[in-house]
């Protein structure tokens, strides 16, 4: 066969890739640009859409709201999004894509830190400011310097410390430990700081079981059996999404939870859709500092408009992807602004822009925090127990602490899992005092 | 260590009834029409969809199990006929590799469609679970659900599904294609009917594998795709088209797997496929299989 | 003739998409590494044989990579590596699965792959799970690169090596090799009357579809720097064979064609429509095997010889 001539061949090709990359690149420059075009990269389908939507839906509210009231420093803002789901080679074409075909002037990049840890590396080859919006290992700061990004939220090493700070604290005569975690990345890692951590806390505490289910298991028959069997003090998951949901249920229809005290540092987000079938008395985390019930901030006109809006758009309350979300684009609002003050007025070059960033303090929906200068962000960690209340059809927090970030946020130069090694019960009588839910 | 192999015992029953559930239209499907369907996966995550939303329309929690019901008979009568008239049927004189391509598209797009219609929240409706309370087997808690009605609906299935096939016609009828398709042709029956019939069937099973399974679970995006691959397995170890077989590989399956659960944590993920190996490599067309005669 | 005049227009035009859209070299790329890969799909699809499992192959050739880049800092010799391993691989699954046809060989090699990817997500100390490994750049011929000159040399390597492989891969068809190929898939039992073993030529086209996929996959971990277990899935593996199709078995063209627009569409109907970009796919599929089941390449072909028939 092989009949083909070569002027076939290219108008057929060149028709079939008419698009709208043969265009002009604009050029870069230091003057007031016409819009700021951001990337976001975040789930669309699979099943950690549970929270790439809620994250895009919170930047699609933001942004609209941040454009009403002039834009940053009267630029208007918009958002190109793409799905990080279909894995790091198409995604890291997209970025590509995003950077040198449209423009972009700065990227959100992702919730897998899979994705985050492909992504930066480019960043740097790029020269593209990157903000990592929710991505949660902490590896990335600890084992890379990146000149081109930082992060507006926590870390792991927090996310796991405080709630066990939490539960030693409440429950400081715990014998024996058992974990159901998935069976990535995020579910070894969490478990393997809480784990350091208990040890060195309280040596002596047992783990019973390690049940890693695998990612996307629907049915967690046998390991609730052999939970109900083995009888721990103590259950601990960071699972999240559809599964936590599984795993809430199940355990609650065999009633798991009247054996075992759980411990669930993400269960924030799934509260809304368990609903009461959750119990009182569980440990329950944020991811943060974030909730929208938010101790010190639910009465500010900020929080209370946002959740506002926000149910008004979407049906549901905002959960702490919606929270991560808002912390960037409150950190780049934030950064544009005080680089151009600083800059005498005049629009600040990415290179500024990412300097502004380290060391930022600024201000958004449930308090004010800090990009340390390696540029990991700094934010206090919400933890509670679960309480059933008439107001609400689904459980909310009671007996809240804010665990602030100097004390469960390993510093800067540490490796976090070596850090925890140096936690102790001194660290726990640390735990400020808890605040009752308010209604 | 007694008690452990049972309460593993019964774990396992009630995994091996989904998963043959799911295994037995897929199997069926291929013994009649040929084709291995890789958007049998997204039917049983519509029948767990729909059930969810007709469970939650139901209110009153005596009615949840027939919406189950409802919603299985609704998704296999009207994807079944239109994906088999208004896709298979066109390429039924294709390769093999073109037809399971078809499928696999066809998987693509109702992956989306699932998105697009049901939104990607976890979905949970669990009234049915609720409403029939627990068992309690050695001081551990089960769900009725989980330890009778699973376990009892597979085997429902299963012996109405061989009394189908061998005292009905029309079972029958579906038994000769599946045997010899030139002279069942031959004889005068039908086979755009048998294959319409057993399509609908097909899908319906699936979709009562993914009804029975909304209750005890969260639906999110990708549910049918953990489902497909896992029901291929049961399928090639068994040996294609054959329904006791499935049944059997699924309870061999569903044992390894919670066995595995208790003493091999490690191995529950690749537990299915390295069964499929093992029975493939000491017979080539599976436990129930039959080598068929290469025409020259 | 007119082969070569089709192969050098594709390269010329490949050239200029990356030379003039930046971000496209890294696309092409891959794309072109997809290509390699679905080559080797094509060879087992002329058998009549369909592979669900090929990601295996591609993720070997990846993982090769990012494990032996700690000690090796040559580009080349790490894709050599990733080839090596891929096919040592391909021949310890091959001897088994090549015993099987049709739906046992494409449902066991889907089992590999399915395992291999749950070890990768398993075993987490070694591969970090689906956080991935990062690689860090080497160099490539000695040269230590990086930037758009990174991008550049690593898309004409990969361009080198499609053109390479499909110059070898269109010898092997028309070799009586590839003709034995052919006749497993239309009269296996006459082929083993002539005193050919169709296991072993079956062995043979399965073990270069391995190569080619490690190369493939090394290419690819080289582009992105960073791999992850989702290469060995079973999805991406129905993307291969899907690229072999929308591309089309009958020329070597096909596989590098099919992989280019596959890559295009998906990210134009990503940016379009970022919510339901897989059924866009999905349609394009169905529209390709209901209407010109000869693929892209055939498609092609048919327009040549209208427009030849009347100039």
Known sequence: MAALTRRAALATTTSALAAPWILPRSALGQQKPARIRLGISTFLSGPASVFGVPGRNAADLLIAQLNARGGIAGVPVEALVIDEAPGVNFLLGECRRLAQNENVDVMLASISSGSCLAVAPLAEELKLPNIMWDCGTQRIFEEGSWRWSVRTQANAVPEIVAPLLYLLKIRPEVQTVAVVNQDYAWGRDSWAIWKSAMEAIKPGIKVVAELFPKFGATDFSTEITRLQALRPDVVFSTSWGGELDTFVRQAAERRLFERSLFVLPLAESSLERVGKTLPEGVIVGARGDHWFLHPTAKDTERLKGFVTEYRKRFGLYPIYPTFHMAQALFALEAAYGKAIAANGGAWPSREQLMDTLRGLEFDHLTGRMKIREDGQGLEPMLIGLSKHVPEYPFPVLDRMVLFPPELVMNPMGTKGLEWVKTLSMETVAKTPAPIPYKA | ?296 | MRGTLTVGAGVVLLLLLALFQPWLRFVSTIALSTGLAVLGIMLLLRAGQVSFGHALYVAAGAYTVAFLRPYLGEALLLLLAGAAVATGLGLLVGLFVTRYRDIFFGMLNLAFSMVAWSLLEKLYSLTRGTDGIRVVRPSLLGLGLDGPAWDWALFLLALVAALLAGGLVARYLGSPAGSALGAIKTRETRLEFAGISARRVLLQAYLASAALAGVGGAITALATLHVTPLLAYWTHSGELVFVAILGGTGHVLGPFLGAVVFELVRVHAAAAFPDAWQMILGFVLLVIILSAARGLAGLLDDLARRLGGRG
């Open chain 2, 1 to 296: 260590m007694g008690l452990l192999l049972l309460l593993a015992t019964l774990d396992g029953l009630a995994y091996a009834a989904q998963l043959f559930m799911v295994a037995v239209g897929l199997t069926l499907v291929f013994g009649v029409l040929k084709i291995l369907n890789v958007a049998h996966g997204s039917l049983f995550a519509i029948g767990a969809y729909l059930a969810s939303t007709l469970v939650g329309l139901a209110g009153a929690p005596e009615l949840s199990l027939l919406a189950l019901a409802l919603a299985a008979m609704a998704t296999g009568a009207v994807m079944g006929p239109l994906i088999e008239r208004g896709l298979l049927a066109r390429i039924y004189e294709k390769e093999h590799v073109l037809q399971l391509l078809v499928t696999f598209a066809l998987f693509m797009i109702l992956e989306d469609v699932q998105k697009l219609v049901w939104g990607v929240q976890p979905l949970f409706e669990d009234a049915p679970v609720r409403l029939l309370g627990q068992v309690e087997v050695g001081g551990i808690f089960y769900t009725a659900y989980q330890l009778l009605l699973l376990p009892g609906v597979a085997a429902v299935a299963l012996v109405a599904l061989t009394w189908f096939l061998r005292r009905t016609l029309l079972g029958r009828t579906i038994v000769a294609v599946t045997h010899d398709r030139e002279a069942a042709t031959a004889i005068g029956i039908d086979v755009r009917r048998v294959h319409l019939v057993t399509f609908t069937i097909g899908a319906g099973l699936a979709a009562l594998g993914g009804a029975l399974a909304a209750p005890t679970t969260s639906l999110v995006p990708g549910i049918g795709v953990q489902m497909i691959v896992l029901s291929f397995a049961v399928v090639a170890t068994a040996g294609l088209g054959q329904i006791e077989g499935a049944a059997v590989t699924a309870l061999l399956i569903g044992l390894a797997r919670s066995l595995a659960v208790y003493f091999a944590p490690e191995l529950e993920v690749v537990i299915p496929y390295l069964l499929m190996v093992a029975v493939l490599l000491v017979r080539p067309a599976g436990l129930f299989g039959r080598t068929v005669l290469q025409r020259v």
